[in-house]
């Protein structure tokens, strides 16, 4: 792939979905013959920085924005291609990069420019109090970021201040949503529609269908109250020994699960396991269930699920909805229905022929859609349509100036 792009992003204090999607990016782009630099960033860099100086440079941050400019010119970027700029990148760097020269592409994993926790999630339920609001004033009066009103201030001075200047309007050529729903949420937040592009996350390299011989059900994410932990758990209390889970995670709720689990000799908790672990748990595993509560973005265990032919059990919300298709790749269920899921799962535990070919049907799903190859076709494309816009709008400014000029 002839390309010259820098990938940008600002990894969490815990690792997550979006940066193993950068880390892909980065060796997929690579290893297709791209010239590829990275500009990064870790929240563990906050350290005891002052409220008002990290809520300042989430707004506005110089530091990194100069810094980018400086990577664009020096190496002559084509692209820059933000995952995440909350909170330590900033908006600025858009600016920036485009200043500079290059086209700017940012691929929305979750909702952060919609929502102030980034989940549309509040109080056990969805919530889209503020969407479509120039100011998010509902977030920082329910503290939706880190249950703080300060903090969730500051994320509200971010969007808004940004959508005040059309920094989203006019500085990135685009976006990538990675479903369909995604992208109808920020259609209705306001983001321009002719640069939502759709492209589903990926994996860097194919681990190949399994067998599938495990007697087990697996449930693998953070363990969170949107993530439908306790749904998982009430469910497993009517399932006794028919069908054992092993769930595999770390979080908030890491204490509550593992106290279940005295009490449920079905269920085994893990804790947090590596990328490899988990693959090898995927391999042997009957079902994977994702109980979310909230839309989720595209979570890449269910890429590698399909990957390896082991069907998806999710809740019927979201991206969900059409990331699992039903009797496809696997079974929907009402999320937050605990004894709805249980008789999914017991329904399709039971039947051998329905589960060897929802098997069939996932690994298809993964070779049509989500294989590396399949992703730099897509992101091939949509460098170019970002560099032919960038292109277009100089032209139009130069040509503006020209006629300005000439009229004096």
């Not at 889970?245 to 204490?255: E, F, T, W, Y």
């Not at 009957?286 to 399909?306: D, H, I, K, N, Q």
């Not at 992101?379 to 040509?399: K, N, Q």
Request: with cysteine; net charge neutral; aromatic share 8%.
């Amino acid at each position: 792939m002839a390309v010259n792009v820098l990938l940008v992003h600002n990894f969490y204090q815990q690792g997550g979905g979006e940066d193993q999607v950068f880390h892909a990016e980065h060796a997929a782009l690579r290893d297709a013959g791209g010239r590829v630099w990275t500009y990064t960033v870790s929240n563990d860099s906050i350290g005891g920085a002052g409220g008002l100086s990290a809520a300042a440079r989430a707004v506005w941050n110089r530091d990194a924005a100069r810094e980018v400019g400086a990577l664009v010119k020096r190496h002559a970027i084509d692209v820059v291609h933000f995952h995440n700029t909350f909170p330590l990148v900033s908006p600025a760097s858009y600016y920036a990069a485009r200043a500079n020269g290059a086209a700017v592409v940012q691929t929305l994993h979750n909702y952060r420019l919609l929502c102030l926790n980034a989940l549309f999630y509040r109080d056990g339920h969805v919530c889209e109090d503020c969407l479509g609001k120039a100011v998010p004033w509902p977030g920082v009066k329910h503290a939706c970021y880190r249950d703080s009103r300060a903090a969730s201030g500051a994320t509200a001075a971010m969007l808004s201040v940004h959508r005040a200047l059309g920094t989203y309007a006019r500085e990135v050529d685009a976006f990538v949503t990675l479903t369909d729903f995604a992208r109808g949420r920020m259609l209705a937040g306001g983001l321009p529609a002719d640069r939502l592009v759709v492209k589903p996350n990926f994996l860097a390299s194919d681990p190949g269908m399994s067998t599938g011989d495990g007697d087990f059900a697996l449930f693998v994410g953070r363990l969170t109250p949107e993530k439908g932990v306790r749904t998982l758990l009430e469910a497993w209390k009517t399932l006794g020994s028919s069908v054992p889970l092993v769930i595999v995670g770390d979080g908030p709720l890491a204490g509550e699960v593992e106290a279940a689990t005295r009490l449920l000799p079905n269920v085994r908790f893990l804790g947090r396991r590596d990328r490899a672990d988990v693959l090898a748990l995927m391999q042997r595993a009957r079902m994977l269930v994702l109980p979310s509560l909230w839309y989720e973005g595209f979570p890449m265990t269910a890429v590698e699920a399909f990957a390896v032919g082991l069907p998806v059990v999710a809740s019927d919300i979201g991206s969900l909805s059409s990331v699992v298709r039903e009797d496809r790749t696997g079974a929907l269920f009402q999320p937050g229905a605990a004894a709805e899921l249980a008789k999914v799962v017991t329904r399709l535990a039971s039947d051998d022929g329905t589960l060897a070919r929802l098997r069939t049907g996932a690994r298809e799903a993964f070779l049509a859609h989500y294989t590396v190859e399949r992703h730099l076709q897509q992101i091939a494309t949509i460098y170019e349509d970002a560099a032919r816009r960038r292109a277009d709008r100089s032209l139009a400014r130069t040509g503006a100036f020209e006629t300005d000029g000439r009229a004096g």
